[in-house]
T-cell receptor, first 120, second 113 residues
């Protein structure tokens, strides 16, 4: 596709339910990032993949959050036993080249429209 | 750790007014700096960027200059339009090997005709 696609756009979950959020990056993009955006705040980093390798998960708020990208393309962010404080917009971004590659210019991250998660 | 402090909103201006949205940052090394814009109902879009000190990013009439001495990256536009109404985010990314983005809290801009 032309851009980063996220699904579903909206998700309502009862507290304690598990949810799975999907991200389809731009074709051929090596790097994939997940961010969490609380209401009225800026996005906050959750985790980063380079191809299928999860190189940084320092932003995941608890062990209830899990992300994967098994074939180096589509990624899924899973939240187990959802809590009200998990309510937020979850953003996915992809960029063309891997980070840390010497000589490459800084890579632009392209964002999806996000998934708005509401936990009741 | 890295952080971005952004002028709080909301900001309301009349069409053709001059716009400044302040942004300062704290980071180690030599970060890259960005302005992203979020139009109603849409995802974040890159507006402009600067990768080293004294660089000026520009796009759609918006400009921002990377000032290392004042650790600032203020967004300016000489004459705003109604279509510029959106939420603007200042952000930085670290050196190679650490390109995750750190965002400010966002500034909501409303332009009235």
């Amino acid at each position: 596709g032309a851009g980063v696609s996220q699904s579903p756009r909206y998700k309502v979950a009862k507290r304690g339910q598990d949810v799975a959020l999907r991200c389809d990056p731009i074709s051929g993009h090596v790097s994939l990032f997940w961010y969490q955006q609380a209401l009225g705040q800026g996005p906050e980093f959750l985790t980063y993949f380079q191809n299928e390798a999860q190189l940084d998960k320092s932003g995941l708020p608890s062990d209830r959050f899990f992300a994967e990208r098994p074939e180096g393309s589509v990624s899924t962010l899973k939240i187990q036993r959802t809590q009200q404080e998990d309510s937020a917009v979850y953003l996915c971004a992809s960029s063309q080249a891997r980070t840390g590659a010497q000589g490459l210019a800084k890579n632009i991250q392209y964002f999806g429209a996000g998934t708005r998660l509401s936990v009741l | 750790g890295d952080s971005v402090t952004q002028m709080e909103g909301p900001v309301t201006l009349s069409e053709e007014a001059f716009l400044t949205i302040n942004c300062t940052y704290t980071a180690t090394g030599y970060p890259s700096l960005f302005w992203y814009v979020q139009y109603p109902g849409e995802g974040l879009q890159l507006l402009l960027k600067a990768t080293k000190a004294d660089d000026k990013g520009s796009n759609k009439g918006f400009e921002a200059t990377y000032r290392k001495e004042t650790t600032s990256f203020h967004l300016e536009k000489g004459s705003v339009q109604v279509s510029d109404s959106a939420v603007y985010f200042c952000a930085l990314s670290g050196d190679f090997g650490n390109e995750k983005l750190t965002f400010g809290t966002g500034t909501r801009l409303t332009i009235i005709p």
